[in-house]
Protein backbone atom coordinates (compact mmCIF):
# COMPACT_ATOMS: atom_id res chain seq x y z
CA UNK A 1 0.00 0.00 0.00
CA UNK A 2 0.85 3.39 -0.68
CA UNK A 3 -0.61 6.77 0.73
CA UNK A 4 -0.21 9.66 -1.27
CA UNK A 5 -1.52 13.63 -0.76
CA UNK A 6 -0.83 17.01 -2.28
CA UNK A 7 -0.27 19.96 0.09
CA UNK A 8 -3.74 22.04 1.36
CA UNK A 9 -5.23 24.72 -0.74
CA UNK A 10 -5.90 28.11 0.40
CA UNK A 11 -8.83 26.85 2.24
CA UNK A 12 -7.36 23.50 4.19
CA UNK A 13 -8.79 21.28 2.01
CA UNK A 14 -6.43 18.28 1.27
CA UNK A 15 -6.60 15.56 -2.12
CA UNK A 16 -5.23 12.77 -0.74
CA UNK A 17 -5.03 8.69 -1.95
CA UNK A 18 -4.68 5.57 -0.86
CA UNK A 19 -3.11 3.07 -3.25
CA UNK A 20 -3.70 -0.76 -3.04
CA UNK A 21 -2.51 -3.52 -5.32
CA UNK A 22 -3.93 -6.83 -4.69
CA UNK A 23 -1.55 -9.54 -6.22
CA UNK A 24 -3.02 -11.43 -9.79
CA UNK A 25 -5.99 -13.53 -8.17
CA UNK A 26 -6.50 -11.73 -4.85
CA UNK A 27 -9.14 -9.11 -4.50
CA UNK A 28 -9.51 -5.95 -1.67
CA UNK A 29 -12.70 -4.61 -0.71
CA UNK A 30 -15.10 -1.73 -1.46
CA UNK A 31 -16.96 0.16 1.49
CA UNK A 32 -19.51 -2.64 1.64
CA UNK A 33 -18.02 -6.21 1.45
CA UNK A 34 -20.40 -8.26 0.74
CA UNK A 35 -20.64 -11.73 2.84
CA UNK A 36 -17.41 -12.03 4.69
CA UNK A 37 -15.01 -8.91 3.15
CA UNK A 38 -13.07 -6.63 5.16
CA UNK A 39 -13.92 -2.95 4.29
CA UNK A 40 -10.90 -0.36 4.41
CA UNK A 41 -10.28 1.78 7.01
CA UNK A 42 -8.46 4.52 7.49
CA UNK A 43 -7.17 6.17 10.98
CA UNK A 44 -4.99 10.13 10.93
CA UNK A 45 -2.88 10.62 13.74
CA UNK A 46 -4.85 13.16 15.46
CA UNK A 47 -0.84 14.78 15.95
CA UNK A 48 -1.01 15.87 12.20
CA UNK A 49 -3.23 18.37 12.74
CA UNK A 50 -5.98 16.51 10.31
CA UNK A 51 -9.09 15.48 9.52
CA UNK A 52 -10.37 12.85 6.99
CA UNK A 53 -13.51 13.89 5.94
CA UNK A 54 -14.54 11.45 3.08
CA UNK A 55 -13.25 7.99 1.43
CA UNK A 56 -14.33 8.13 -2.02
CA UNK A 57 -14.54 4.46 -3.97
CA UNK A 58 -13.50 4.12 -7.52
CA UNK A 59 -16.36 1.37 -9.09
CA UNK A 60 -15.96 -2.07 -7.85
CA UNK A 61 -16.64 -5.57 -9.71
CA UNK A 62 -19.46 -7.07 -8.34
CA UNK A 63 -17.97 -10.96 -7.92
CA UNK A 64 -20.81 -13.68 -7.55
CA UNK A 65 -20.80 -17.61 -8.13
CA UNK A 66 -24.55 -17.54 -7.50
CA UNK A 67 -23.90 -19.61 -4.54
CA UNK A 68 -21.39 -18.99 -1.28
CA UNK A 69 -19.57 -16.10 -2.98
CA UNK A 70 -20.92 -12.62 -3.15
CA UNK A 71 -18.11 -10.38 -3.23
CA UNK A 72 -18.26 -6.70 -3.92
CA UNK A 73 -14.22 -5.86 -4.28
CA UNK A 74 -11.49 -4.59 -6.17
CA UNK A 75 -9.30 -7.19 -8.32
CA UNK A 76 -6.95 -5.04 -10.14
CA UNK A 77 -5.24 -2.41 -7.75
CA UNK A 78 -7.02 0.61 -7.04
CA UNK A 79 -6.97 4.07 -5.86
CA UNK A 80 -9.28 5.69 -3.00
CA UNK A 81 -9.47 9.16 -3.20
CA UNK A 82 -9.24 11.25 0.31
CA UNK A 83 -10.91 14.28 1.64
CA UNK A 84 -8.85 15.59 3.97
CA UNK A 85 -8.80 19.17 6.02
CA UNK A 86 -6.18 20.84 7.99
CA UNK A 87 -5.84 24.75 9.66
CA UNK A 88 -1.87 24.48 9.01
CA UNK A 89 0.10 26.08 6.09
CA UNK A 90 3.35 24.92 6.15
CA UNK A 91 5.23 22.42 6.14
CA UNK A 92 3.94 18.94 8.50
CA UNK A 93 3.74 15.38 8.96
CA UNK A 94 0.77 13.40 7.93
CA UNK A 95 0.63 10.01 10.08
CA UNK A 96 -1.92 7.54 9.34
CA UNK A 97 -2.68 3.71 9.33
CA UNK A 98 -4.43 1.83 6.88
CA UNK A 99 -6.28 -1.28 7.33
CA UNK A 100 -7.63 -3.93 4.99
CA UNK A 101 -8.40 -7.29 3.92
CA UNK A 102 -6.86 -8.95 1.01
CA UNK A 103 -8.56 -12.17 0.16
CA UNK A 104 -7.76 -15.03 -2.08
CA UNK A 105 -9.12 -18.44 -1.11
CA UNK A 106 -8.99 -16.46 3.22
CA UNK A 107 -8.48 -13.27 4.07
CA UNK A 108 -5.38 -11.70 5.32
CA UNK A 109 -5.93 -8.56 7.32
CA UNK A 110 -2.69 -6.15 5.78
CA UNK A 111 -2.35 -2.75 8.27
CA UNK A 112 0.40 -0.40 6.98
CA UNK A 113 1.82 2.98 8.77
CA UNK A 114 2.78 6.08 6.84
CA UNK A 115 4.94 9.03 7.74
CA UNK A 116 4.63 11.84 4.68
CA UNK A 117 6.16 15.30 4.98
CA UNK A 118 3.63 17.47 3.52
CA UNK A 119 5.28 20.87 1.55
CA UNK A 120 3.71 24.20 1.89
CA UNK A 121 0.82 25.15 0.34
CA UNK A 122 0.61 25.54 -3.87
CA UNK A 123 3.77 23.05 -3.90
CA UNK A 124 3.22 21.16 -7.24
CA UNK A 125 3.35 17.57 -7.28
CA UNK A 126 3.01 16.35 -10.69
CA UNK A 127 2.99 12.37 -10.36
CA UNK A 128 0.80 12.48 -7.07
CA UNK A 129 -1.39 15.10 -9.26
CA UNK A 130 -1.78 12.58 -12.31
CA UNK A 131 -2.47 9.34 -9.37
CA UNK A 132 -5.01 11.38 -7.86
CA UNK A 133 -6.85 12.69 -11.23
CA UNK A 134 -6.90 8.78 -13.00
CA UNK A 135 -8.41 7.68 -9.29
CA UNK A 136 -11.35 10.17 -9.61
CA UNK A 137 -12.22 9.23 -13.14
CA UNK A 138 -12.74 6.15 -12.09
CA UNK A 139 -15.38 7.33 -9.49
CA UNK A 140 -19.65 6.57 -10.56
CA UNK A 141 -20.79 9.20 -12.10
CA UNK A 142 -24.04 11.23 -10.27
CA UNK A 143 -27.38 11.40 -11.22
CA UNK A 144 -28.18 12.79 -14.36
CA UNK A 145 -31.04 13.07 -17.09
CA UNK A 146 -30.06 9.84 -18.82
CA UNK A 147 -29.13 7.62 -16.04
CA UNK A 148 -31.14 8.21 -12.87
CA UNK A 149 -33.80 6.30 -9.87
CA UNK A 150 -37.11 6.98 -11.41
CA UNK A 151 -39.05 6.22 -8.10
CA UNK A 152 -38.37 3.53 -5.15
CA UNK A 153 -40.65 1.91 -2.67
CA UNK A 154 -40.02 -0.37 0.25
CA UNK A 155 -42.51 -3.12 1.16
CA UNK A 156 -44.35 -2.89 4.23
CA UNK A 157 -42.21 -5.86 5.63
CA UNK A 158 -38.91 -4.24 4.39
CA UNK A 159 -38.01 -7.85 3.01
CA UNK A 160 -38.31 -6.08 -1.02
CA UNK A 161 -36.97 -2.77 -2.69
CA UNK A 162 -39.05 -1.78 -5.66
CA UNK A 163 -36.52 0.41 -8.40
CA UNK A 164 -37.31 2.49 -11.57
CA UNK A 165 -34.64 2.99 -13.26
CA UNK A 166 -33.55 5.09 -16.50
CA UNK A 167 -30.77 3.83 -18.17
CA UNK A 168 -28.31 5.61 -20.25
CA UNK A 169 -28.11 2.91 -23.03
CA UNK A 170 -30.48 0.42 -24.80
CA UNK A 171 -29.32 -3.32 -23.40
CA UNK A 172 -30.64 -6.54 -23.26
CA UNK A 173 -28.32 -7.37 -20.29
CA UNK A 174 -29.15 -6.67 -16.60
CA UNK A 175 -27.34 -4.19 -15.00
CA UNK A 176 -25.87 -4.56 -11.76
CA UNK A 177 -27.43 -3.36 -8.71
CA UNK A 178 -26.13 -3.02 -5.10
CA UNK A 179 -27.94 -1.52 -2.83
CA UNK A 180 -26.36 -0.74 1.44
CA UNK A 181 -28.35 0.08 3.80
CA UNK A 182 -27.59 -0.50 7.41
CA UNK A 183 -23.94 0.28 8.47
CA UNK A 184 -22.69 -3.22 7.13
CA UNK A 185 -25.40 -4.26 4.68
CA UNK A 186 -25.56 -4.56 1.25
CA UNK A 187 -27.89 -6.22 -0.88
CA UNK A 188 -28.53 -7.28 -4.57
CA UNK A 189 -30.30 -10.70 -5.74
CA UNK A 190 -32.73 -8.73 -7.79
CA UNK A 191 -36.15 -11.01 -8.56
CA UNK A 192 -39.06 -9.87 -11.43
CA UNK A 193 -36.92 -7.61 -13.66
CA UNK A 194 -37.78 -5.56 -16.64
CA UNK A 195 -35.93 -4.10 -19.22
CA UNK A 196 -37.20 -2.24 -22.38
CA UNK A 197 -35.60 0.24 -24.17
CA UNK A 198 -33.60 2.64 -21.35
CA UNK A 199 -36.46 2.15 -18.69
CA UNK A 200 -35.98 -0.69 -15.99
CA UNK A 201 -37.57 -2.22 -13.35
CA UNK A 202 -36.26 -4.88 -10.66
CA UNK A 203 -36.98 -5.55 -7.13
CA UNK A 204 -34.02 -6.14 -5.09
CA UNK A 205 -34.61 -9.00 -2.33
CA UNK A 206 -33.85 -7.11 1.24
CA UNK A 207 -31.97 -10.03 3.56
CA UNK A 208 -31.35 -9.49 7.31
CA UNK A 209 -31.70 -6.57 8.74
CA UNK A 210 -31.11 -5.53 12.64
CA UNK A 211 -33.89 -6.24 15.38
CA UNK A 212 -36.43 -3.65 15.18
CA UNK A 213 -35.03 -1.49 12.36
CA UNK A 214 -36.98 1.32 11.19
CA UNK A 215 -36.54 2.82 8.16
CA UNK A 216 -38.36 5.81 8.59
CA UNK A 217 -36.02 8.51 8.37
CA UNK A 218 -33.14 6.57 7.10
CA UNK A 219 -31.32 6.97 3.49
CA UNK A 220 -29.50 4.31 1.55
CA UNK A 221 -27.01 4.25 -0.87
CA UNK A 222 -27.39 2.59 -4.39
CA UNK A 223 -25.09 1.85 -7.06
CA UNK A 224 -26.00 0.99 -10.63
CA UNK A 225 -22.83 -0.14 -13.23
CA UNK A 226 -24.59 -0.44 -16.27
CA UNK A 227 -21.87 -1.14 -18.84
CA UNK A 228 -18.99 1.14 -19.27
CA UNK A 229 -21.33 3.16 -17.06
CA UNK A 230 -21.74 3.34 -13.35
CA UNK A 231 -24.13 5.56 -11.00
CA UNK A 232 -24.22 6.31 -7.44
CA UNK A 233 -27.19 7.99 -5.66
CA UNK A 234 -29.33 7.93 -2.44
CA UNK A 235 -32.57 7.13 -1.90
CA UNK A 236 -34.95 8.73 1.50
CA UNK A 237 -36.98 7.07 3.12
CA UNK A 238 -40.17 9.27 4.78
Known sequence: MRLVALPPDGNGHMRAG??????????????EPGNNGIP????????????????????????TDGNKVDD????????LPLSLRTSK?????????????????ICIPFQAQFSLKIGAVAQSRPQEEAILQAA??????????DFE???????????????????????SETPDII???????????????????????????????????DIHGKQWGVLIIDGARAMETTLAFD
Not at 149 to 171: F, G, N, T, W, Y
Request: hydrophobic fraction near 40%.
Open 18 to 31: LQIEPKPGWITYWR
Open 40 to 63: PQITIAPQSGVTLDAISYPVPRHI
Open 72 to 79: IAYDAPVT
Open 89 to 105: TGSFILDATAFVGICKD
Open 136 to 145: TARLPEAPSA
Open 149 to 171: IVAHAMSPDLKQLSLKVMLPEER
Open 179 to 213: VTGPNGYAFSRQVNTARGGKAYATDIAIGKLPKDY
